[in-house]
């Protein structure tokens, strides 16, 4: 699926948190300038739980108004059917994420294949893995080769899961 201008890239806490952890949450938004990003509020209220992580949000959201939409999720009709359903066997943050790329024909930025890459795929969900972000800054000069295995190695020193790659020999299967 190739992007429009009208497209949003709707943020999981995943993602979200891996930028943060490598210090580059400010980059995240700025590797597709031409998109906005949201944080639904279901999600927020996730990554709100430290305060750090919510300083950080708000404060880039303040600063970054246009680029970094908190929405409020209030599924109706048959999207609280699907919610409904995608909560027995997923988190909060992710069901939400994916009804609502789904209703909306956004893409989803989350790293938690296992959770959602089966659903995106059987519902026509582009997916933006916290590799593919950085594969695309890769690409548009926003960082590096040896940035991109930095933050990798200090995400992962932190504590969350992200695959050791080369970025530079990395294919990502979406095309924005």
Request: aromatic share 10%; charged share 20%; proline share 2%.
């Amino acid at each position: 699926m190739r992007m429009n201008s009208k497209t949003k890239i709707v943020l999981d806490s995943d993602v979200v948190i891996h930028f943060i952890k490598g210090n580059c949450f400010s980059l995240l938004l700025d590797i597709f300038p031409e998109y906005q990003y949201l944080i639904l509020d279901v999600v927020y209220a996730e990554l709100a739980k430290s305060t750090q992580t919510k300083t950080l949000i708000d404060n880039v959201s303040h600063h970054m108004a246009s680029k970094l939409l908190r929405v409020d999720f209030n599924p109706s009709g048959s999207m609280m059917k699907e919610y409904a359903l995608l909560l027995k066997t997923f988190g909060k943050g992710e069901s939400a994420c994916m009804v609502y790329c789904k209703s909306n024909r956004d893409v989803l930025g989350s790293s938690n294949l296992k959770d959602i890459k089966a659903y995106c795929e059987s519902n026509g969900i582009t997916y933006l893995t916290t590799i593919d972000f950085l594969y695309y800054a890769y690409l548009r000069k926003k960082m590096s080769k040896q940035e991109c295995d930095a933050f990798i190695q200090e995400v992962i020193a932190k504590g969350s899961k992200l695959p050791m790659i080369d970025i530079s020999h990395y294919a990502c299967s979406v095309i924005i």
